[in-house]
């Protein structure tokens, strides 16, 4: 039953709970199998072993996005997750077996087992949203949402470590907690009511990349939800780049160790989650597009400011927040606005046409940090001028594209149906 209030209703709650149980399982056993590595092979391998687990773990967003989107419209997505939990436990009962039998392509094997599941997971953890809380509660839900798989980045990027030192690298029982959180986390998807299958309205059965083509080619002329893909593709691009550039100038610009420039990054996802928390409070029952180009703008900034501040780590830290907290009042009003305008029967293919984009932005991402680093041969720091010059004018198509202050105070649910 769908409340008037801005109170998410309980099935959202677990569907949340559930979310995040996997992401945070995602971050947890990822670094846990580069430790695991690490310990196999030595630490002279640290980096290739690093790359290696990183393109493994993205290869499946590229391969089954695009099915998982025609699944979400076709099945009821409460069933999806169902079937998507029980397979990460099952991922995480093989994990203990890894490690036990000290299998290096074994390890492998789960992450990229838990990768797909993943990328199964996200168009309908997506989609499933506008069925459990209703268009009036978007913006709120899709804030939680964010809030809590940064919250979930935060915690397993601590984690890991953490049981690592603390189990004194017995990996089978680590593998073990992360079961059971597995095991949790079906728990929760149990308690999300049961959804409507789309099968009815898609008459057609089309699945793959030509699923995602048509379905972008059947938005063509919104120019409004075309750009919010594109821009919320553009988000994971630039989380990509900062996560892996912060290393480098790290080392190079502050003078720190490889693991404190990586932590620096957590500062930048409690910033995501609390802007995306802070936005989905302001904007209350409406999908306030206004705050895409000035969130943009803010991150814009932050890139710029970090090529100048490297004097001091305190203000780089500072600096870092900032960027996250402007990016999580972009990405939260861009989420809402693809769900909001996106037809029932087709909204799983065409967020799987922006996860799709997104994880290509990831690739696009190390492609970048490897020309400015390799190729053009600039600094850590002028590389994040770059990105600060590029954002800023994704900030000015956004500005030109979406409501502006003063003209539009808001876009509300209404607003945003289908033509």
């Known amino acids: 039953m769908i409340e008037t209030d801005q109170k998410m209703t309980r099935s959202f709650c677990w569907l949340n709970a559930a979310q995040f149980g996997g992401a945070l399982n995602d971050n947890v056993f990822r670094l846990l199998v580069i ?10 391998a640290a980096s290739a072993t690093n790359a290696a687990v990183g393109a493994v773990f993205v290869l499946p967003f590229l391969l089954f996005t695009p099915w998982a989107g025609g699944l979400a419209d076709r099945y009821s997505k409460r069933g999806i997750t169902l079937v998507v939990k029980a397979l990460e ?9 890894t490690f036990y039998l000290r299998s290096e392509w074994l390890a492998y094997g789960v992450v990229f087992l838990m990768s797909t599941q993943s990328a199964l997971f996200g168009p309908t953890k997506y989609g499933i949203v506008p069925e ?10 899709n804030s939680l949402l964010v809030l809590y798989t940064y919250l979930a980045i935060i915690c397993g990027t601590a984690l890991a470590p953490t049981l690592d030192r603390w189990l004194q690298g017995d990996y089978v029982w680590a593998a073990a907690i992360c079961l059971g959180i597995a095991v949790a986390g079906w728990g929760a998807a149990v308690q999300v009511e049961r959804t409507p299958s789309q099968a009815g309205t898609d008459t057609e059965g089309v699945t793959g990349l030509r699923a995602l083509g048509r379905a972008l080619w059947h938005i063509r002329h919104d120019r409004t939800i075309c750009w919010a893909i594109l821009a919320a593709a553009y988000f994971l691009l630039l989380g990509g780049f900062v996560q892996l550039n912060l290393i480098p100038y790290g080392l190079e610009m502050l003078g720190i160790s490889e693991q404190h420039s990586a932590y620096i990054f957590l500062l930048a996802a409690l910033g995501i989650g609390l802007g995306a928390w802070s936005v989905g409070r302001l904007s209350g029952r409406d999908i306030v597009l206004r705050w895409v180009p000035w969130g943009t703008w803010g991150a814009g900034l932050a890139c710029l400011g970090l090529m100048v ?24 009003p861009l989420e809402a606005c ?3 305008r996106s037809t029932p029967h087709e909204r799983g293919k065409i967020l799987a046409a922006k ?14 940090l490897y020309l400015f680093a390799e190729i053009m041969a600039v600094s850590p720091a002028t590389s994040f001028g770059i990105m600060g010059g590029l954002t800023l004018l994704i900030g000015a198509g956004a500005y030109r594209v979406f409501p502006r202050p003063g003209k539009q105070p808001s876009t509300t649910f209404q ?3 289908v033509q």
């Open 35 to 44: 430790f695991f590595l690490i310990g196999l092979k030595g630490r002279d």
């Open 89 to 97: 436990t099952t991922a995480m009962a093989l994990a203990m077996i």
């Open 132 to 141: 459990l809380v209703g268009r009036e509660r978007l913006s709120r839900g």
């Open 309 to 332: 501040v490297h004097g001091s780590l305190w203000v780089v830290c500072a600096v870092v927040f900032l960027l996250g907290l402007s990016a999580g009042f972009f990405i939260v």
């Open 338 to 340: 693809i769900q909001a």
């Open 355 to 368: 996860a799709f984009l997104a994880w290509v932005g990831v690739l696009t991402a190390s492609g970048l």
């Open 415 to 417: 607003d945003l149906e």
